[in-house]
């Protein structure tokens, strides 16, 4: 009689699995987010420096992420995805006890300032290795056949922790005062390490391990084209409030919303389109629907039609990265897929570092609007590479 196969995995078991592991990006970005609105407050505010300096101390933890992401990756693929996020969730830890210190220290500005900013670098790079693990962790556990929807739940899970976050943090610092934020960070850090302790993980897989620069390489051309994409991204979010302002328009904090449930919605709904389609097709017309959502926002008449543009825009860009995050993957070996994460998140990175100053110096020379408009012209540029990768592809 002919042995019975195991039944294959459920999708709902799969979507569980990898659940409990994003749990701990959701962690990692609840402690980033609940700062991220009030430090800025207690540098220029509180201590009395400039809003340039409070801008370098929020700032300086994004780039302790981008600078740390070839460690991440090879600390992922060498010593075990488990022992890469336990290192992150204590960085958090050392982040929130210096955050504390710092706060107590007021007194003494220049003090308050240094051990600040220590604080924000760990937690940049307790970031990046959490970002890199928890996705690779997946990976290892559900088949990297799953790639897309454990990328999409890693979004999930760290974007809507930053929406929790942020109002939380502001919240709590005007009942419990700054003091509050270190005391969180250790306390949420110290539950993720104690849940995580007795977490099975999964073996460190053997083989060649790529340099990063060779691993940096392959995945180059698909890193570009999510940079280009996901500076619409980094347009919007930062720049929305002064585009209404602009224009006389209130209500942009709506535009903001509006989009982060478009993106949300679309990943949950539609995730299945990466695997069915496959990366290339998913990520064409995701970009195609991005850049309709930016090109409303650069013509918008009105706060309606900006609104539908802040939507559609959500909701394309939201499957861009795990559909070429797919087909990149695909270009490393299994045994430097930490490597291959780490070199792709870099390209997302650098698209928030760059939105900034490219598009504050489009809106100084042309107006708020054309900062869209150049969006839009960036987002077909990826389009068009994605094509050509597709076309090279098959």
Known sequence: MPATQPAAPSS???????????????????????PIAVIPGYVHGELGFSAVIAGITIGSQYLATLLSRPMAGRMSDNVGTKRAIVLGLSGILLSGVLTFIATLMQSLPLLSLGILIVSRLLLG???????????SWCMGAVGAEHTARSISWNGIASYGAIAIGAPLGVVMV??????????????????????????????????????FWAVF???????????????????????????????????????????????????LVFISAINRFGGFTAAIACMTIETLGLTLLWLAPSPGVALIGAGLTGFGLSLVYPALGVEAIKQVPNSSRGA???????????????????????ALNLGYSWIF??????????????????????
């Open 217 to 267: 390489g392959r995945i180059a051309p698909f890193g570009t084209s999510l940079c280009l994409a996901s500076i619409g991204y980094g347009t919007l979010t930062t720049f929305v409030t002064l585009y209404y302002l602009s224009l006389g328009w209130t209500g942009a904090a709506w535009c903001l919303t509006v989009f982060g449930v478009c993106f949300i919605l679309s990943r």
């Open 12 to 34: 709902l078991s799969i979507t569980l699995q990898i659940v409990s592991i994003v749990f701990y990006t959701f962690i990692a970005f609840i402690c980033i987010g609940l």
């Open 373 to 394: 408009f150049c969006a839009a012209l960036l987002s077909v540029t990826g389009l068009g590479l994605t094509l050509m990768l597709k076309r090279r592809a098959y």
């Open 125 to 135: 790079v307790a970031q990046g290795l959490i970002g890199v693990g928890t996705i």
């Open 174 to 211: 005007a009942d419990y005062g700054y003091t509050s934020l270190g005391i969180a960070l250790t306390v949420l850090s110290a539950m993720g390490l104690l849940l995580i302790r007795n977490k099975p993980s999964v073996p460190v897989v053997r083989g060649e391990r790529l340099p």
């Open 340 to 362: 291959g994460l780490s070199a792709y998140a870099v390209f997302f990175d650098l698209a928030l570092a760059i939105a900034g100053p490219v598009m504050g110096a489009v």
